[in-house]
């Protein structure tokens, strides 16, 4: 067994392995299915200040390598989050780490969200959602510079906990939004959220979402986030979580060599629920044979013309 | 209820039932120990690959037989992922994740009717055979477009011990007209329906108009099956979405917005 630990966080993580925020509901769903406390950790369902109804039918539909979806940030709202989902994480895992995801519609939303779970016990530190495409106004934060520096800063304000943005691949320079965060006292970058993306049904002529558009994830958008989370690599030197279309420990390896330090995967769980170990198992085959720890692969892409 | 099984099964037998649709049965004893009528598995491919269906879609349990370990489904040919299906053979993998979800609930003494429209008559070929060493009375309604659609009557006998009082809507076969056409309510049954969103709200309103008690088994775009990517949501009586792979995919009739 190679060395697969990383610190990050001010925490050590058993595996980089992470279930991405909207795939595994709040852990519990997949209990029975997932080994949850051998992994790096999962990352929540979205937590809204309020209950949230989320979107109409058609939520969810296949494209070619992957899928669409239009949840539209349905969710039990903090003060339910806290009274029945939290409770399970805090007394089944404890190897494993959580982040809740955030969500609002305003700052005041998130730092409300924040600062009334910062004194619970069962997690870790919280992923920003500042780049849900499948709510109204969801990008406005992860696409707009000033939004986000005060987002950051009013969140830093209200805990110590670790902090890390979700970025949208939406923008045209992610390593502008990345030196956002760090300069405004994030801890850490996940990379990256869906694509927007339609589809459209010929025979009736109407979108096939309910909600008209939603956002692309799965295997179609791995070389994305590879690249994105590269761009991001050479903007901050911010821990990344590398996120989109990870089926395999090969695929996560493409993360890590571009600078993740760990991964999180998603889609891919509904095809397979063993996939997120055995993502672990392959990045564990691939050190076995390169005679590497995972560390030493974070960012250890070579260009062409670099010295050999 | 048992936790759901990840399993790769192998195909046992496929054979064509009725034009495009086909009657697969599988290798599954861990899924075929357990599963109860109106409970449903994914069925898809794994990961190796991305060709359509990568995701893995929803099939109602069709039959079981636990003695053999064999999990029967019934496929209609709707687009790429579900004609992929059609085209395996025997000996070849799927994966499988079940049983999932709700089943019917069955109160005990009254009689039952399955009222099946296409391809929703799989989860009445299930509730029939199980029904079939007990003295519960189940009677069948099956319903499709055409002659050339419908799934072998002999073929139902065989799995279930229940000849189907088969409709067509142009008369090709068996009675001429529509399901609701043959449902008798002189012995008080539960109605439990499943098919087309037509079919389920024409079944809904026939049932609350004469007080009779009806389970309907919804289907919705899936995305996980287990409850976790709350992708598959039908409107809840009181408005909010409730979620078909868990809270269903059986639900009470009263539970639900109508029409669907």
Known sequence: MADLTQAVFGVDWQSPVLLASGTCGYGEEYAELIPLDRLGGLVTKAVSLEPRQGNPPHRVAETPGGMINAIGLQNVGLSSFIRDKLPWLAANLSRARVLINVVGHTERDFVEVVSGLDDQPGFLGFEINVSCPNVKDGTLFGADPEALATLVAALRNETERPLVIKLTPNVPDIGLYARICEENGADGLSAINTFPGMLIDIDRRRPVIGNVSGGVSGPAILPMGVYLTWRARQATSLPIIGIGGIRSGDDALQYVLAGATLVQV???????PQVAIQVHQGIDAYCERNQVTLRQLVGALELPGDPA | MRAPI????????????????????????????????????????GLTQVGAPFLPRPFSIGWTDRSTGTVGLLIREFGGGTRRLARLRGGDQLLLLGPLGRSF????????????????????????????DSAAEVRLLYGERT???????????????????VYTEDGSTGRHGLVLDGIDLSDDPVLLGCG?????????????????????????????????????????????????????????????????
């Open chain 2, 196 to 260: 087309p969103t037509p079919m389920l709200n024409a079944l809904e309103k026939f049932a609350r108009e004469r007080g009779s008690d009806l389970q309907v088994s919804v289907e919705e775009h899936m995305g996980c099956g287990v409850g976790t990517c709350q992708g598959c949501v039908v409107r809840g009586a009181d408005g909010s979405w409730l979620k078909s792979c868990t809270e269903g995919p059986v639900f009470d009739a009263g539970d639900l917005t109508w029409p669907i």
């Open chain 2, 6 to 45: 990840r399993q790769w099964a192998g195909v046992r037998t496929i054979r064509k039932a009725a034009e495009e649709t086909w009657w697969m049965e599988l290798d599954a004893p861990g899924i075929a120990a357990s599963a109860v009528p109106g409970q449903f598995l994914m069925a898809g491919f």
């Open chain 2, 147 to 165: 002659a050339d659609r419908v799934f072998d009557p002999a073929l139902i006998a065989e799995l279930t011990g229940v000849e189907p009082i």
């Open chain 1, 266 to 272: 998603g889609t891919a769980l509904f095809v397979d």
């Open chain 2, 105 to 132: 609930q069955i109160p005990n003494g009254r009689p039952l009717v399955g009222i099946g429209g296409g391809v929703g008559l799989a989860p009445f070929l299930f509730l029939a055979a199980e029904a079939r």
